[in-house]
């Protein structure tokens, strides 16, 4: 099997280019819709690096839209009826993004990242270590590294912009930023989500240690899930079969592009680094293996 081409920045010209984030090219195409086009990008420590994952981008999109209709009984999501070949009737500009394009309902994006952490990990490691809190959530004494929690607890950050860093929020500051009733709303929606596909991973074989959710309301306030979901990218996944309390599981997401960063003399700002065509490989088969043991079977 011929590894996939990647894609590192799209070119729709039937579209009007809205926008380039770290990893997704969104491009307008009416006064409800826009197309949303997951390229093969990677973002490490709010950078991104010069190289692309081949594939990356349509497992992404493949696992997104798994959980998005997993998970709708929860909380509707972005994704419009529109098809793909309705909004790009070229089919040589179609093939450019097919399998890693979505049509979604243009909606009010919040200004928070909703992170669920389930294991102390990470930045969370990092914190407790110092304070005994993860974000200014007191926990329990003598917990060790990669150990689930007792409880998932919910842990907002801001949106920073592209090669700027989150910034990790009290419940409060979020209040602040959205009110209080979409705030609790978004709190409540993100813990249900992640404790439900927690469960279901786990017996597909993955923890997912941490994930991050992103939402918006439409013109009558209603929250929506958007962006992606519970991706490799938006999420730490471990394979279960060789999980371990106090040391840093190995991992199906881009974990291992990080911990290779962490070797180089770079102070993570931008430009980012160059991959090694074999580090970029190894990361490209664990995002392919962790969409198989989700989606298949």
Same mark, same amino acid.
């Given at each position: 099997?011929?590894?996939?081409?990647?894609?590192? &920045?799209?070119?729709?010209?039937?579209?009007?280019?809205?926008?380039?984030?770290?990893?997704?090219?969104?491009?307008?195409?009416?006064?409800?819709?826009?197309? %949303?086009?997951?390229? +093969?990008?990677?973002?490490?420590?709010?950078?991104?690096?010069?190289?692309?994952?081949?594939?990356?981008?349509?497992?992404?999109?493949?696992?997104?839209?798994?959980?998005?209709?997993?998970?709708?009984? %929860?909380?509707?999501?972005?994704?419009?009826?529109?098809?793909?070949?309705?909004?790009?009737? @070229?089919?040589? &500009?179609?093939?450019?993004?097919?399998?890693?394009?979505?049509?979604?309902?243009?909606?009010?994006?919040?200004?928070?990242?909703? %992170?669920?952490?389930? #294991?102390?990990?990470?930045?969370?490691?990092?914190?407790?270590?110092?304070? =005994?809190?993860? /974000?200014?959530?007191?926990?329990?004494? =003598?917990?060790?590294?990669?150990?689930?929690?007792?409880?998932?607890?919910?842990?907002?950050?801001?949106?920073?912009?592209?090669?700027?860093?989150?910034?990790?929020?009290?419940?409060?500051?979020?209040?602040?930023?959205?009110?209080?009733?979409?705030?609790?709303?978004?709190?409540?929606?993100?813990?249900?989500? #992640?404790?439900?596909?927690? @469960? #279901?991973?786990?017996?597909?074989?993955?923890?997912?240690?941490?994930?991050?959710?992103?939402?918006?309301? +439409?013109?009558?306030?209603?929250?929506?899930? %958007? +962006?992606?979901?519970?991706?490799?990218?938006?999420?730490?996944?471990?394979?279960?079969?060789?999980?371990?309390?106090?040391?840093?599981?190995?991992?199906?997401?881009?974990? #291992?592009?990080?911990?290779?960063?962490?070797?180089? +003399?770079?102070?993570?700002?931008?430009?980012?680094?160059?991959?090694?065509? &074999?580090?970029?490989?190894? /990361?490209?088969?664990?995002?392919?293996?962790?969409?198989?043991?989700?989606?298949?079977?």
């Amino acid at each position: 099997m011929n590894a996939p081409k990647a894609l590192y &920045e799209s070119s729709l010209s039937s579209l009007k280019l809205l926008a380039r984030g770290k990893v997704r090219d969104i491009y307008d195409i009416d006064e409800q819709t826009m197309l %949303i086009v997951t390229t +093969d990008r990677l973002s490490a420590f709010d950078v991104i690096l010069p190289d692309p994952i081949p594939g990356k981008g349509r497992v992404l999109t493949q696992v997104s839209n798994f959980w998005f209709a997993k998970l709708q009984h %929860i909380i509707p999501n972005h994704l419009a009826a529109t098809t793909l070949e309705q909004v790009l009737p @070229d089919p040589v &500009e179609r093939a450019q993004v097919e399998g890693r394009a979505i049509v979604v309902k243009k909606l009010r994006p919040l200004p928070v990242e909703a %992170i669920v952490r389930g #294991y102390l990990i990470g930045s969370g490691w990092k914190d407790y270590q110092a304070s =005994g809190a993860v /974000c200014g959530i007191p926990l329990p004494a =003598g917990l060790q590294q990669a150990q689930q929690l007792p409880e998932p607890i919910y842990t907002p950050s801001t949106k920073a912009g592209v090669d700027q860093h989150d910034e990790n929020i009290p419940f409060a500051k979020s209040v602040e930023l959205m009110g209080q009733d979409i705030a609790g709303q978004v709190r409540d929606a993100s813990l249900r989500l #992640y404790k439900e596909a927690a @469960d #279901y991973a786990k017996g597909r074989g993955i923890i997912i240690a941490d994930t991050k959710f992103e939402f918006g309301v +439409d013109k009558d306030g209603v929250l929506y899930l %958007i +962006d992606e979901a519970l991706t490799p990218d938006s999420s730490r996944f471990w394979p279960a079969d060789q999980y371990q309390v106090g040391i840093s599981p190995p991992s199906f997401d881009k974990q #291992y592009v990080r911990d290779y960063l962490e070797t180089l +003399d770079w102070d993570k700002t931008a430009p980012g680094p160059s991959l090694p065509a &074999e580090v970029a490989e190894f /990361c490209a088969a664990k995002y392919r293996e962790a969409e198989v043991s989700l989606t298949q079977g």
